[in-house]
């Protein structure tokens, strides 16, 4: 169950990180008329295509103590990167970033353009306009963006099996814990925990898809204009 | 639809011809990961000798082990343990009277040429310097090598103090990855790994045998491979004089001669 608290922890920061970095990168890649821009989606979009070997490869040898990451690392904390929880969640922001990004760019650019003048007529900022007319109107988007970018995470194997080393507790998250038991020919455990996140994840999902965006729509509107009306 | 239907009569097609074709004997070779290039090797003399090809697949012999008890299509399984073949007789998988013991894993601590200890001239007491942050072993729940490496740790009466620093590798290959690409400082790995071209250049010091239960591997040809002959044949080239010179070349202990089975005493 240790390994279960450790990727629901592993995902909750990895979500919590994509969301705050998600909202301008997507925003900015919505609007931004730079011609180069492709280029930067298609970056976003690595992960969705590159095995995860690639990336646990590229990352272990990027931590480690010739390369760039674990480098910078070492001279801010004074020791590596690998085996640390830190390590892991660098690793799986970059492993569900188009996980976050791709919906909430297809929810920003589906936003009425009439929308977006209409405010900067009526003399709203950019930030105002992308907390109360963009932001709201994309909280479907937004909760997939959580949801997948968790999700993701929780069920990511092949990048923390290369760089975690797995320590429980620290590293040693549920998928590795599972495939261990396998290897051990421990069954039993590792169908419980199969079944454990298998009915999770069927939950998760469920609610998500079982909510109304209606419902997405009307939570949020009260809660962002009270926070307005702070300011 | 009428695509696909274009697209299944022509993948038919081409699986029929591909079938009609003379098929040349084919072994499949399920290795364990610290055999990686002394098997590459026997493959290459049977080759030679029979002209029949060897399909060697390296991995975790546990993971093999579920793999064949779930039908895995290998005729021959070389394990870094004894217990996994034993498991495989006994569950009527493995070729009446072919299980034998093959090799003797070797271990050794192993730095990169960098490093500021000298595992050579230290020993276990480089372990337990402050520059060595991070020692890679093999995941002693599963892995031979992690077992044997435990075991050794425990012998030297160091283990508790380095507990804290080891990180586990999902099977011996991995844990030289870990020491080889410095994000780990120091190694208990194969002898066959720290030997093999990309490691060479590193320190090492190898463990004395009697500091931990001899690393006895064992072979089975599968009663599901479909070219047992040949499976066997590889099998007795590992067995004779010539595989038991390679096996030690590529850094194995190669086990006793057996008596011949006929009852001379």
């Known amino acids: 169950m240790e390994a279960l608290f450790l990727s629901i922890k592993l995902a909750a920061c990895v979500s919590a990180i994509l969301l705050v970095c998600g909202v301008p990168l997507a925003y900015w890649l919505a609007n931004s008329q730079w011609r180069g821009k492709f280029l930067l989606e298609s970056i976003v979009a690595l992960p969705l295509v590159l095995p995860p070997t690639v990336l646990g490869f590229y990352l272990l040898v990027a931590m480690g103590p010739r390369g760039p990451l674990g480098r910078i690392w070492q001279a801010a904390f004074g020791h590596g990167l690998a085996f640390t929880f830190g390590g892991l969640v660098i690793a799986s922001v970059i492993y569900s970033l188009p996980f976050a990004i791709q919906p909430l760019l297809f929810a920003f650019e589906n936003v009425d ?3 977006l003048h209409a405010s900067a007529v009526l003399g709203a900022g950019r930030l105002r306009t992308l907390w109360r007319v963009i932001l709201p109107l994309s909280v479907p988007g937004v909760i997939t963006a959580i949801v997948f970018s968790f999700a993701h995470t929780i069920g990511e194997f092949g990048v923390v099996l290369m760089v975690g080393g797995n320590l429980p507790g620290i590293t040693r998250t549920v998928s590795i814990d599972i495939y261990d038991h396998v290897q051990s020919l421990e069954y039993a455990q590792a169908s419980r925990l199969s079944l454990a996140l298998l009915g999770m994840s069927f939950t998760v999902l469920a609610i998500v898809y079982g909510m109304n965006r209606k419902v997405g729509r009307r939570l949020w509107a009260p809660w962002a204009a009270k926070q307005d009306a702070r300011c | 639809m009428r695509l696909t239907g274009r697209i299944f009569f022509l993948a038919v097609l081409l699986g029929s011809a591909s079938a009609a074709l003379p098929q040349s004997p084919e072994i499949r070779v399920a290795a364990a990961a610290d055999l990686k290039f002394a098997m590459d090797e026997l493959a290459k003399q049977f080759e030679k000798q029979k002209g029949a090809k060897v399909n060697v697949t390296y991995g975790s012999s546990g993971n093999f082990l579920a793999q064949i008890q779930n039908g895995a299509p290998f005729d021959l399984f070389f394990s870094a343990d004894m217990d996994y073949p034993k498991k495989l007789e006994a569950a009527g998988l493995a070729e009446p009277g072919t299980l034998c013991e093959y090799a003797i894993g070797r271990i050794v601590i192993w730095t990169p040429v960098d490093a500021n200890v000298d595992v050579t001239k230290e020993k276990w ?23 044997a490496a435990a075991a050794a740790l425990k012998n030297a009466r160091i283990y508790d103090r380095v507990k804290s620093k080891l ?31 990309g490691m060479a ?8 045998p009697d500091e931990y239960s001899l690393l006895e591997q064992g072979a089975v040809v599968l009663t599901s491979g479909k070219n047992k002959l040949q499976a066997r044949q590889f099998l007795e080239l590992v067995k004779s004089a010539e595989g038991r010179a390679t096996l030690k070349k590529f850094g194995f202990a190669v086990p006793a001669v057996q008596p011949p089975p006929a009852g001379k005493r």
């Open chain 1, 113 to 115: 353009r009439e929308l």
């Open chain 2, 125 to 147: 007491a480089a372990l337990l310097k402050p520059e060595v942050r991070k020692i890679a072993i093999a995941n002693p729940d599963h892995a031979p090598y992690g077992r």
């Open chain 2, 167 to 197: 990180v586990y590798g999902e099977n011996i290959s991995q844990a030289a990855q870990f020491v080889q690409s410095g994000n780990a400082q120091a190694g208990v790995i194969a002898l066959s790994l720290a030997i093999s071209p």
């Open chain 2, 201 to 208: 250049d590193g320190r090492r010091w190898e463990i004395p």
